[in-house]
């Protein structure tokens, strides 16, 4: 597995000097968020420049996927926002771009019409995907939140099972831990549908913090996922202000552990 983090996390630096905080510290990867460049209004073309000067590998996360099954503008508008983010990762060199997926339509919505609003949209988004050269990846999101739909292994295989071009699954080790063990969630799915994965431990109260400051075992983890997958796993563990702080402490954790190696070279864990 190669660890990274996200820009998302130093959102008060520029998203290329981010990437070289990012580099400096230790990380191969990193992940952009398109939200922090239309912030900045930097061009991909200079991100893909300094990525490559750094040797990290780029991911992209895009925009929330939106659906309202009754003002079609709302969702026409949402995927062309994520159609737009598809194209600034094919212009970065990201080999993925990260998406959430819709929540519920409104209430008392069928859920078929949920999902086959979800099926259209995807499938949209796969041809653009095909044409672009990127993956598209859907986030599986909390467990602890009630208006997501997308959260539990057997949604993923009903996402799946649309057999989509081009299309993915983003784990997120931190949205799991309310739902099951995630040894146990791994177990309920293809890990072949993996392009992704986010990593940041949890406590009852708190999700998305630096590691070792919850309650989730984040090397029985690592070790169980390094089975089944190889791909990138992404930091997001944060503090509120403390970006810098942040990233060096997820890297020192992963260091002192034996997870990730030593500059550009690391384990196989």
């Given amino acids: 597995m190669k660890f990274g983090t996200s820009t998302h996390l130093l959102r008060e630096m520029s998203v290329a000097d981010a990437l070289t905080f990012i580099a400096r510290t230790g990380f191969r990867a990193a992940e952009v968020w398109t ?14 420049r300094r990525a490559e000067r750094h040797q990290l590998d780029l991911s992209v996360h895009g925009p929330a996927l939106v659906m309202d099954d009754t ?8 995927l062309q926002h ?89 784990l997120d080790l931190s949205h799991i831990q309310p739902i099951m063990n995630p040894m146990d969630y791994l177990s309920q799915i293809d890990t072949a549908w993996l392009r992704h994965v986010h990593l940041s431990d949890r406590s009852r109260k708190r999700h998305h913090l630096p590691l ?31 970006g810098e702080r942040a990233v060096a402490g997820n890297y020192r954790y992963l260091r002192r552990r034996g997870l990730i190696g030593e500059g550009p070279t690391e384990s196989s864990a």
Avoid: F
Wanted: hydrophobic fraction near 35%.
């Fill in 35 to 48: 939200s922090d460049l239309i912030k900045t209004g930097e061009r991909p073309e200079q991100i893909a």
């Fill in 82 to 170: 994520v159609t737009a983010a598809l194209k600034t990762g094919a212009q970065v060199g990201a080999g993925t771009v990260v998406i959430h997926p819709p929540r519920s339509c409104r209430r008392g919505s069928p859920p078929s019409r949920y999902w086959q609003a979800l099926e259209a949209g995807l499938h949209r988004l796969s041809m653009v995907a095909q044409t672009e050269g990127v993956w598209l990846a859907l986030e599986g999101m909390d467990g602890d939140k009630p208006a997501e739909v997308i959260k539990t292994p057997s949604d993923l295989r009903r996402v799946m099972a649309l057999d989509i071009p081009r299309l993915g699954i983003c």
């Fill in 212 to 242: 070792g400051e919850g309650e989730m075992p984040i090397v029985e983890i690592l070790e169980g996922l390094n089975q089944c997958y190889d791909g990138p796993v992404i930091i997001e563990g944060r503090r509120k202000g403390q």
């Fill in 71 to 78: 003002t079609a503008e709302i969702t026409e508008s949402s």
